[in-house]
């Protein structure tokens, strides 16, 4: 059974950083195209950012040329550097794969507030 663990989450001023992590077990991520998605409160989950099975990165407008996405498969693992965030930016931040997503982790709670 695939497990999803993320991390990094926290209380973050307006444009500050934060970095997230996914750390996947039970499979490896080698093939999979991977996203983060934020849930903010009251919302749905939505995508914020994607990477692709050959390292393309993706990104939603609203987090264009703040958000970083990256992968390392031998460690299982995705990040998402997060920098110049705002308050439109907090939620829940999830990980998974974009074609058969596995079951949903924790997620880890960004709030950026002053």
């Known amino acids: 059974q695939v497990q999803l663990v993320e991390s990094g989450g926290g209380l973050v001023q307006p444009g500050g950083s934060l970095r997230l992590s996914c750390s996947i077990s039970?499979?490896?991520?080698?093939?999979?195209?991977m996203d983060w998605y934020r849930q903010a409160p009251g919302k749905q989950r939505s995508l914020v950012a994607r990477i692709t099975s050959g390292f393309t990165p993706i990104y939603l407008e609203p987090v264009k040329g703040r958000f970083t996405v990256s992968r390392d498969n031998d460690k299982n693992m995705i990040w998402l550097q997060m920098d110049n965030l705002s308050p439109e930016d907090a939620g829940v931040y999830f990980c998974?794969?974009?074609?058969?997503?596995?079951?949903w982790g924790q997620g880890t709670q960004v709030i950026v507030s002053a």
């Open positions: 998974n794969n974009m074609a058969t997503p596995w079951s």
């Open positions: 039970g499979e490896n991520i080698r093939i999979y195209t």
